[in-house]
């Protein structure tokens, strides 16, 4: 109400004027910058550039097509020749890294994963080293990566509802791995109509065909990471893949659409892969050791397991494993066997929603409390082997960390 006033530019009034005006100002630079820097130019507005590309891949040389401001993990990944990422372009697990020349700028994850001497050698990470104009870039390749290889799918064998053991036989022998590193999975673009998901001998949830609906879509190529369940060279050669794909309808989590591919595979399929990579491994020594796993972290636990008892290791073994309910913890047969006849190996199930032998539901994170960590006495001298859903990786590492 102003009436009466013949001055109402008080000092509030004036300052949240001045404030208004300055983050307009702010807010239109900032539009102009993200327009110059291509970040909101539609994808086919994006002019198109032409990267040379070398390296133990390429050693013919190369032209890589890609789009202005797209990464080069993105653009290598369109042309059928993806880099290794278990991160996913997420900046965390640093296999994406690639030789640039030319004035490549250095990113945060670049400084965060790369040292001084690798940065200034030209390293970079595909998954933050833009297309531009003038760039250059040399794939790394060593003896660890061979390329994509051909695999046939031998067998197709349900573990619970929501897993699947799909075992692969490359058809290059000789393929060698330690337990707990991966291979990359090509998924292609696929339209999975629902017949080809039913099959009589292993059928798909209800709740996972409501949920999916009568078409699965992958518009575009993608890969996907997974820990062989067992080393090739105790399997003649095969690689046991445990695939998981959630079929809880009150959790509404989306389908994944490389487990959804994987599970429609029937035996004879073919599949590429690349690997083994990773650093997820034993260590060496005879320290006591406990696995923590769930879900398909089962695989390279249970491949670790069998490393360490070929090895004729008599080092404590401790293995606990989290399941939601009775009859969905795969190779318990095996593992229960396994107990039985080493001394030194003992294995835990512990269910989520199923009763515990009178206790009740439990975690297995706070199972492995209760039952072992509490009265152990020497955790610093033992090493903690996890692998499991993301919750449940990060409960155990914030219960070690206390």
């Known amino acids: 109400d102003y009436t009466g006033r013949e001055d109402f530019n008080h000092p509030l009034i004036v300052s949240f004027a001045v404030a208004g005006l300055w983050m307009a100002l702010s807010g239109i630079w900032l539009l102009g910058y993200a327009i110059k820097a291509g970040h909101l130019r539609p994808r086919w507005l994006a002019g198109r550039i032409a990267v040379p590309v070398g390296g133990a891949a390429d050693a013919d040389g190369s032209i890589l097509s890609g789009r202005a401001g797209e990464t080069v993990l993105v653009a290598l990944a369109r042309s059928g020749r993806p880099l290794p990422s278990r991160c996913g372009g997420g900046q965390t697990c640093g296999l994406c890294v690639v030789r640039a020349s030319g004035d490549a700028p250095i990113s945060d994850g670049d400084r965060r994963l790369l040292t001084s001497e690798e940065l200034q050698a030209g390293l970079r990470l595909g998954c933050t080293l833009p297309i531009s104009e003038g760039l250059r870039v040399d794939i790394i390749e060593s003896g660890a990566r061979p390329g994509w290889q051909e695999a046939v799918v031998e067998q197709v064998r349900g573990c619970s509802a929501s897993l699947r053991e799909i075992v692969l036989r490359p058809i290059d022998a000789g393929l060698s791995m330690r337990a707990g590193s991966y291979v990359l999975i090509e998924i292609p673009a696929y339209r999975l109509e629902r017949e080809h998901w039913l099959n009589d001998a292993l059928p798909l949830p209800t709740p996972l065909l409501a949920q999916a609906g009568p078409t699965l879509v992958n518009p575009e190529p993608l890969q996907r990471a997974y820990s062989p369940a067992l080393m090739p060279q105790l ?49 060496p020594g005879a320290h006591e050791k406990i696995f923590i796993g769930g879900g398909a972290g089962m695989a390279p636990l249970r491949a670790m397991l069998w490393e360490a008892l070929h090895a004729g290791g008599k080092e404590r073994i401790h293995f606990w494993y989290g399941a939601r309910r009775a009859g969905e913890v795969p190779y318990e047969a095996e593992l229960r066997a396994l107990a039985a006849a080493h001394e030194h190996f003992d294995f835990h199930v512990i269910y989520s929603e199923d009763d515990n032998a009178g206790f009740g539901p439990r975690w297995v994170h706070e199972a492995v409390h209760e039952g072992l960590l509490r009265s152990h006495g020497a955790l610093a001298e033992c090493e903690f082997y996890l692998c499991g859903p993301p919750a449940m990786v990060k409960a155990t590492r914030d219960l070690l960390a206390e």
């Open 235 to 283: 399997c003649d050669g095969r690689l046991p893949l445990l695939v998981r794909l959630d079929v809880d309808p009150e959790r509404q989590a989306p389908i994944g659409r490389g487990s959804a591919w994987l599970f429609s595979l029937q035996p004879g399929a073919r599949v590429r892969y690349m690997g083994p990579f990773g650093d997820f491994r034993l260590k």
